[in-house]
């Protein structure tokens, strides 16, 4: 039963998968809800397809370093990067380019949230009162996550976070880091705001629980990324017309995927400050 | 004292004795403020599993047996391959022990380097360790054949003849079972390859989990049950081929698939892995090899050294917890301690407590008690502790039994432990080395061993540091491989995993 199941089915799908030639293929980093990323960028992989007359696929990957690897290698050709994953993948790539970002993008932001517990309180300055707690990150490849709170950490007590904080744990992800310092299992974290409003309007926070402390200043942060080989595959202009249909963008449906307002021109240039954090704090060498 | 203890209860009371040293430096703290909303939400989850919410679920499970089937099936081949010369060659020996030094996860991550996140990178990273564990295993079981069908050949009968009439038909059984087993390790590894991007269990498992989607995290563990404790319903050895054969179709049509370029290998091998400070530099220039002299010594001091403490104390302790709750669970399976309904609950409790990751045991200790070292230990233990008490309780129902016998804890006390203790410490030290490589994937913990850091060179994109921090981490493997295989001897253990 089950190997005649399993046979049917294997030759039901080489039928399916031998028409992969030359597509557009795209991905994007798994910074939140990773559960339903394929139906989410499914749409947007036939909005594109619509809009630039080639074949578009999206392929999902399991890490920030994935998606760079991918890109790296090829197997992608566009992808929605954070700061400092768009930063690692164009050094990697010659030739390729940020072609846009979030609206939102151009000024994000980092909360440093603490477990209500601590008694910690929100501030305008930077919370000194963290220091010898427990403490968070996100993703170790995440710009909201870990660069720039590590980046702000080292910047006010000039020391590394292990010699700041008693424990440092990287949760892997901003939803639970959330859940983290909710339950006290980490009394203090840091993560991307925009994870933690929408997780707010879900009823996720507890605010009886679980507090912002403190707000970073701004930085540029997720982007569309660009091989510049892909002219010599799909024509010249390609660029300018995956630019055109990704800031051509308005379906609220799609731009939920993101989830951003929508999309503005940015250049490899707008993330300087980005490459030269990441080097400040030793995360990328010279 | 009158009473001379055996070499065995010795060697116990050494490991402990360690252990307790190990636990002074390991950091126990327990920091939790408010555990029970969290845990309260994932007991709720996993009581009320949601087996629709999971869209892709029956092409996650059909991805996890295709990538285990034809991981294990080229990984057994391969080291069947080389089981009649490991003994006699050298460097078979230290390729085999080098190649299963290294964690599944770890093979993975060096494979996507090269292949992207695609089905080869998978496969391979199952095939090798297994080729490795598999020459090793298969060479010892032929060690152990039985050699009277050996004296009756005639004179000048040529080696490959011997080969498959007299010493293959011996072993024969002994071989499938055991390779049968490496199907249920290789039906785990598949799907915790998922963490790092198969398109199997793993994949869904570790992003409703993020989410905390418990009733979905539940619906995916129990699938993943059903399908470890069905195995031998579903996979029959004269069927096996057909899994084979159609595996490759199952994985060419899932989500992963992707380009091949040549380039990226190359590129892997002459840029990737040559140590940042070399790359680019002239082969005479001082300068360059000063730096890397710099390099090389900042990674070994702030990452490998540390690492190495870090996975020695967690493995150290990890190992005596395990033997301790083998000991305490083997008899839940047994007939001699249980009826069939409790048998019936021992089993579940066995096969979910060494089918689900230890990522999530961890995850959910790391809630319960924050982060130190303790959820690790425990995560260790329980997995690993179910996975020896379910072969040594099987290994107690085919013991003969005395009519005499006494009952209860006499019984276990008096007649069993002493009669499974050999074979108890031969799985224990098998399992030291396989404890000390999942020592790796608990960075989330904050516990900095050797993965841990492997881990965070790979997301920084750093392949240099992270070869040279594997490479090291297969040594320390390989270390202990050597410990523990001179312990057996001393011990004179049964040196074979009667696993199956």
Redesign the interface.
């Known amino acids: 039963m089950?190997?005649k199941s399993?046979?049917a089915?294997?030759?039901?799908?080489?039928a399916?998968?031998t028409a992969?030639a030359d597509s557009f293929?795209f991905t994007a980093i798994?910074d939140e809800?990773?559960?339903r990323?394929?139906?989410r960028f499914d749409k947007v992989a036939d909005y594109l397809a619509a809009k630039l007359g080639v074949e578009v696929r999206y392929?999902?990957?399991?890490?920030?370093?994935?998606a760079?690897?991918?890109f790296?290698?090829?197997?992608v050709q566009l992808a929605w990067f954070g700061g400092l994953s768009g930063v690692?993948a164009r050094r990697?790539v010659k030739g390729s380019e940020a072609i846009a970002q979030g609206y939102e993008d151009q000024f994000f932001t980092t909360y440093f949230i603490a477990?209500a517990?601590t008694g910690i309180a929100e501030s305008k300055d930077f919370p000194k009162a963290i220091a010898g707690r427990?403490f968070?990150f996100g993703?170790?490849?995440s710009t909201s996550g870990r660069l720039m709170p590590e980046f702000h950490i080292r910047k006010q007590f000039g020391k590394s976070p292990d010699d700041v904080f008693s424990?440092?744990?990287?949760?892997?992800?901003h939803?639970?880091t959330l859940?983290?310092v909710?339950?006290?299992?980490?009394?203090v974290g840091a993560l991307n705001y925009k994870v933690f409003e929408n997780e707010k309007k879900a009823g996720?926070v507890?605010p009886a629980?679980v507090r912002i402390t403190w707000t970073t200043p701004a930085y540029p942060d997720y982007q569309w990324s660009i091989r510049g080989d892909v002219e010599a595959t799909f024509g010249a202009g390609f660029k300018a017309k995956v630019r055109q249909a990704l800031l051509g963008m308005k379906d609220k449906m799609l731009l939920d995927a993101f989830p951003r307002k929508s999309f503005v021109a940015a250049s490899n240039g707008d993330y300087a400050p980005i490459l030269d954090t990441a080097k400040s704090i030793g995360?990328?060498?010279d | 004292m009158l009473v001379r203890r055996s070499a065995t209860v010795n060697a116990s009371f050494g490991f402990v004795g360690i252990a307790l040293f190990c636990l002074i430096f390991a950091?126990l703290e327990v920091?939790?403020?408010?555990?029970w909303?969290?845990?309260g939400r994932m007991a709720w989850g996993f009581a009320t599993p949601d087996f629709l919410a999971v869209?892709?679920l029956a092409d996650a499970l059909?991805q996890t047996v295709a990538f285990a089937v034809l991981g294990v099936a080229a990984g057994s081949v391969f080291g069947f391959v080389l089981a009649p010369v490991f003994q006699h060659f050298g460097p078979v020996r230290w390729v085999c022990a080098f190649i299963r030094a290294i964690h599944e996860l770890f093979w993975a991550l060096i494979f996507?380097?090269m292949?992207?996140?695609?089905p080869l990178a998978g496969i391979l990273a199952i095939a090798i360790p297994y080729t490795g564990i598999c020459a090793k295993v298969y060479a010892e079981i032929l060690e152990e054949a039985d050699l009277r069908a050996l004296k009756t050949l005639p004179p000048g009968a040529g080696r490959i003849s011997t080969f498959f009439y007299a010493k293959l038909p011996d072993v024969w059984v002994h071989l499938k079972d055991y390779t049968f087993y490496r199907l249920e390790c290789g039906l785990r590894s598949s799907a915790v390859l998922?963490?790092?991007?198969l398109p199997t269990l793993g994949?869904?498992l570790?992003?409703?989990f993020?989410?905390?989607?418990y009733s979905?995290v539940s619906a995916l563990l129990i699938l993943f049950f059903v399908l470890i404790a069905t195995i031998r319903l579903?996979m029959r050895p004269r069927?096996a081929w057909?899994?084979v054969a159609?595996?490759?179709?199952?994985i060419?049509?899932g989500?992963?698939?992707?380009?091949f370029?040549w380039v990226?290998v190359q590129r892997f091998f002459t840029e990737d892995i040559v140590p940042?400070p070399l790359r680019n530099a002239e082969i005479l220039d001082p300068g360059a090899w000063l730096n890397f002299g710099d390099w090389t010594w900042a990674l070994l001091s702030h990452q490998a050294l540390p690492g190495i403490v870090a996975t020695i104390l967690l493995t150290q302790i990890a190992l005596v917890g395990t033997g301790i709750l083998a000991l305490a669970f083997f008899p839940m399976i047994s007939d001699r301690f249980f009826g069939r309904a409790g048998r019936t609950v021992g089993h579940v409790f066995l096969v979910i407590a060494r089918s689900t990751p230890e990522y999530v045991l961890a995850y959910i200790f790391?809630?319960l008690w924050?982060?130190?070292m303790l959820p690790a230990i425990v995560a260790l233990s329980l997995h690993n502790g179910a996975i020896i008490g379910h072969l040594i309780g099987r290994h107690v129902n085919e013991l003969e039994r005395r009519p005499d016998a006494p009952k209860g804890v006499n019984l276990y006390a008096y007649e069993v432990v002493p009669r499974v203790y050999g074979q108890f410490l031969a799985f224990l030290f098998y399992r030291w080395e396989v404890i000390m490589r999942e020592t790796a994937i608990l960075?989330?913990?904050?516990i900095h061993t050797l993965g841990f850091h492997i881990?965070?060179a790979?997301?920084?994109?750093r392949i240099d540091r992270a070869m040279l921090l594997i490479v090291i981490t297969a040594l320390l493997n390989i270390a202990i491989d050597i410990c523990s295989r001179n312990l057996r001897r001393r011990l004179r253990l049964r040196s074979t995993p009667d696993a199956a």
């Open positions: 089950l190997r399993l046979l089915m294997a030759l039901a799908v080489i399916g998968s992969l293929v798994p809800d990773e559960t990323l394929k139906q392929i999902p990957v399991k890490s920030y370093a994935a760079v690897t991918a790296r290698n090829n197997q690692h990697l477990n517990a427990t968070t993703s170790k490849g424990r440092v744990g990287f949760s892997g992800d939803s639970r859940a983290l909710q339950s006290g299992a980490y009394e996720k507890d629980k995360l990328i060498d | 950091d920091t939790t403020l408010d555990p909303t969290e845990l869209d892709q059909l996507i380097q292949f992207g996140p695609s998922g963490f790092v991007g994949f869904y570790e992003s409703f993020k989410q905390g989607h979905e579903w069927i057909v899994y159609a595996s490759p179709f199952a060419a049509a989500a992963g698939t992707t380009t370029e990226n940042a790391l809630q924050g982060p130190s960075g989330i913990l904050g881990d965070s790979i997301a920084d994109i």
